[in-house]
C-alpha cells in the first residue's frame, strides 16, 4: 500500500492521523479515497468546482506533482503522497516545501568528494562537482538529488520537506559553483594554491551548512534582499534567523 502524509492543520478532520495507508494507482485516486474515508477534509484540498486548491502542494516522495503529471501522477506501494499547504512567506509571496533531506544529502556528497579530491590531488573531480553544482543551479534542483533518489528507492534516506524559500538555496549552490569554475580555470593556468584555496571555502561552507545548519550564501541572499538589490525578492521565513535552517512543521 503507499501512504498520504497528513500535515498538523488538517489532521483535525482526519481523526487526528498523521499518515494514512491507500491502494490507489495516481496521485488523483489516493486522494479520492481520503475524501471518502475522510469526507470533511475534502473542502480544505478542493474548491466547490472540484479543483485542488492552489495553495495545496502534493509530492510523491521528494518530487512535486506539478513537475510530474499532477494528480494522474502514478504512485506505487512504497511511495509516500506528501500534503503540504502554502504557508505565507512575507514579502515575495508564499513559502514552498523544500526537501531538506535531498540538500542535506547533497551537501555530505559534495564534502566527501572534494576531501578526497583535496586528498588524492585530483583537480578532474573538483571540475566534475562543480559542473554539477552548475548544472543543479540552472535546474533550481540539489546538484546529487539523482544520488539521493536513488538512496530514497533503497530506503536508505526519507524525504523532510520544510516550508521555505528555494531562490536563497539556489543561490547558495550558484555561489559554490561559482568557486570552483573559478578554481578549475586556476588548476588549467597552474595556479594550484589558488585552486585549493578556493576549493577549501566550498569545502568549509558546505560543512558549515551540514553540521550547523548555517547557510552563508543564503545569509547573502537574503542581505542583498534588505539593502534592496533588483532580483532578491524573498525575505527569510516568519521566525527564522536568515541563514539558519527553517525548523520542520508538525
Not at 106 to 116: D, E, F, H, P, T
Not at 210 to 226: E, I, M
Request: hydrophobic content about 45%.
Amino acid at each position: 500500500m503507499s501512504h498520504i502524509r497528513v500535515p498538523t492543520p488538517l489532521r483535525p478532520y482526519t481523526e487526528g492521523q498523521g499518515q494514512l495507508e491507500v491502494e490507489a494507482s495516481t496521485v488523483g485516486e489516493a486522494l479520492k479515497q481520503l475524501t471518502a474515508q475522510f469526507p470533511s477534509i475534502g473542502p480544505h484540498l478542493y474548491n466547490e468546482a472540484g479543483n485542488l486548491r492552489p495553495y495545496v502542494n502534493l509530492f510523491v516522495n521528494d518530487e512535486d506533482v506539478r513537475t510530474l503529471e499532477g494528480e494522474q501522477t502514478t504512485i506505487e506501494d512504497s511511495d509516500t503522497l506528501m500534503i503540504l499547504p502554502s504557508i505565507a512567506g512575507g514579502q515575495g509571496g508564499s513559502l514552498k516545501a523544500l526537501d531538506h533531506s535531498a540538500m542535506k544529502t547533497s551537501m555530505a556528497i559534495r564534502l566527501g568528494l572534494l576531501l578526497a579530491a583535496f586528498v588524492v590531488d585530483s583537480p578532474w573531480l573538483v571540475a566534475v562537482v562543480g559542473l554539477l553544482m552548475l548544472n543543479g543551479t540552472l535546474r533550481g534542483r540539489p546538484d546529487f538529488g539523482f544520488v539521493y533518489r536513488a538512496l530514497m528507492r533503497a530506503g536508505w534516506v526519507a524525504p523532510d520537506l520544510i516550508p521555505d524559500n528555494p531562490e536563497p538555496h539556489r543561490f547558495s549552490l550558484g555561489v559554490g559553483a561559482g568557486f570552483l569554475t573559478g578554481g578549475t580555470l586556476a588548476f588549467l593556468a597552474g595556479a594550484s594554491t589558488l585552486a585549493w584555496a578556493l576549493t577549501w571555502i566550498v569545502i568549509g561552507l558546505s560543512a558549515l551548512n551540514l553540521f550547523a545548519g548555517f547557510c552563508v550564501g543564503c545569509a547573502v541572499y537574503y542581505w542583498f534582499n534588505r539593502v534592496g538589490l533588483p532580483g532578491f525578492v524573498k525575505t527569510a521565513p516568519p521566525g527564522v534567523t536568515p541563514g539558519q535552517r527553517p525548523g520542520r512543521p508538525e
